[in-house]
């Protein structure tokens, strides 16, 4: 009997584990620190990489197509892998709950009258020198492939 219960424990822990490492690659876990928030260090670092900035507007707890898009989009590794090759991600957030340092605040309300953000989610596509490629206002349907697609077009 404590046999059986031990098998029937371990099994669990192995599916259970098997099923957080699936959840994992299907996710595409990849480096923690993707997204920047800070605007001038990420223009910095695409001006010497020769990559284009993604500028994510959002409404991260509050805005439901910005959370579809995270999820949905934004944190599917298909996304993840062409992000990682080809743009530097910055996330210019406008949280209701959740608290922001005062410099971000700052630079985060700047950059919405900057670009004349007039709704959530919107996405800005600059060349590695800043200068506005597209955007996208609201949620894009289709899924990372379409994304990717939206933002592999260098002209506008």
Known sequence: M??????????????GFLFFTERQAA???????????????ALAEAHKTN?????NFTGSD???????????????SE???????NLILVKLDYPRRKQLPPDEVAQNK??????RIEGFPTFVL???SGKEIRRQV??????????????????Q
């Open 79 to 85: 996304f993840k892998n062409f992000a990682l090759r």
């Open 110 to 115: 700047a950059l919405v009258e900057e670009y």
């Open 138 to 155: 609201g949620y894009l349907e289709g899924g990372p492939s379409q994304f990717v697609k939206w933002a592999s077009i260098t002209e």
């Open 51 to 55: 990559k284009q900035v993604l500028l």
């Open 2 to 15: 404590f046999r059986r219960r031990l098998l029937m424990f371990s099994l669990l822990l192995v599916s």
């Open 27 to 41: 996710t595409g876990q990849l480096p923690e620190q993707l997204w920047s928030t800070n605007y001038q260090q």
């Open 62 to 76: 509050w805005c439901p197509y910005c959370i579809q898009m995270d999820r949905e989009v934004l944190d599917r």
């Open 126 to 128: 600059l060349d590695s």
